[in-house]
């Protein structure tokens, strides 16, 4: 019995951790989409964040300065995209397209010379008394400082967007920008900051990945999880409570299939390994099935340029 309880401890413990950066993306990114911007370049700034983080942590010595180089990477990435699509109202899909290309290449060329050097991992927190009681101690009191911050931002989040006049503004931007705007409101002010704070979001997901879930570097390290953080946000409908659901879910799906991997089940690791795109895909149908509910609950401006003389 303690063995099984050991092991299930650890089961869950590794969920939370894998679970945290698609949490931390997902959030900058519905935060992004409630104000009518479609950012598809997640993947990209994830990516950036966790060159950036691990670069930091490793020159300095310090994964809390790797943190806030990790989200300062993501805001910075992010910076592009608003200039194209916000003030020069290019293409919002291929523009967020072509910057996923450009952080996956601009990570792989800062990065070559961090490949294979052992990194700084973010240390967990501990409670004197409470981190060490048995099971619920280390689940509860023994995470490190991001889980509970991506946990602290989902509450804080969800307040503003829907209990103060900031949320009710983003809100009504990503809505209906036009009756925003001739209430007096800028529409553009708005949304660029929610880009960036999305973006920075974004970045502490990727510094999440590289600092601690496996506090190294690898090009591409992130591995399509910006794209699950996109299929989050449309899996919670846009409201940051579902999310934390849906992102542990996915969480647990990658993990599960390692554990079943170990445990010598007859699976082919290339189908587990692929479980949590898999899981992915069977959402999307199911929500693409509610048609209607859908339309309901998507931003009405998502993905529309905004020109004020128009």
């Avoid at 099971?135 to 400082?145: A, K, R």
Wanted: aromatic fraction near 8%; charged fraction near 10%.
């Amino acid at each position: 019995m303690t063995f099984d309880m050991a092991a299930l401890e650890a089961v869950i413990l590794t969920i939370v951790t894998a679970s945290t950066p698609l949490l931390l993306a997902a959030l900058g990114e519905l935060v992004t989409e409630r104000a009518g911007v479609l950012n598809l370049g997640v993947e990209g700034m994830m990516v950036m964040g966790a060159v950036a983080g691990f670069g930091v942590a490793l020159t300095t010595g310090s994964p809390l300065l790797g943190i806030v180089a990790a989200a300062a990477a993501g805001a910075a990435l992010a910076v592009p995209f608003g200039l194209l699509t916000l003030n020069f109202v290019a293409n919002q899909v291929a523009t967020g397209l072509a910057l996923t290309l450009l952080g996956l290449g601009l990570s792989g060329l800062v990065g070559e010379h961090f490949v294979g050097q052992p990194g700084v991992r973010l240390g967990k927190i501990h409670v004197p008394g409470l981190t060490d009681i048995p099971f619920v101690g280390p689940i509860l009191f023994g995470q490190d400082l991001l889980v509970y911050l991506s946990l602290a931002l989902v509450i804080a989040v969800a307040h503003v967007l829907f209990r103060t006049r900031l949320g009710l503004i983003l809100r009504a931007v990503g809505d209906n920008h036009a009756s925003a705007h001739a209430l007096g409101y800028s529409v553009l002010r708005v949304r660029w900051g929610a880009v960036l704070f999305g973006g920075a979001l974004c970045g502490l997901g990727g510094g999440y990945l590289s600092l601690a879930y496996t506090p190294q570097w690898i090009e591409n390290m992130t591995a399509g999880r910006g794209w699950i953080a996109l299929a989050l946000v449309v899996f919670s409908s846009w409201l940051p409570g579902r999310l934390v659901i849906g992102a542990y879910l996915f969480g647990a799906v990658t993990i599960l299939g390692f554990y079943v991997q170990g445990m010598g089940v007859g699976v082919p690791a290339q189908l587990l390994s692929s479980l949590p795109y898999l899981v992915t895909i069977a959402a999307l149908v199911v929500i693409s099935r509610r048609r209607g509910r859908a339309r309901a609950d998507t931003p009405a401006c998502l993905g529309r340029a905004f020109v004020p003389d128009r």
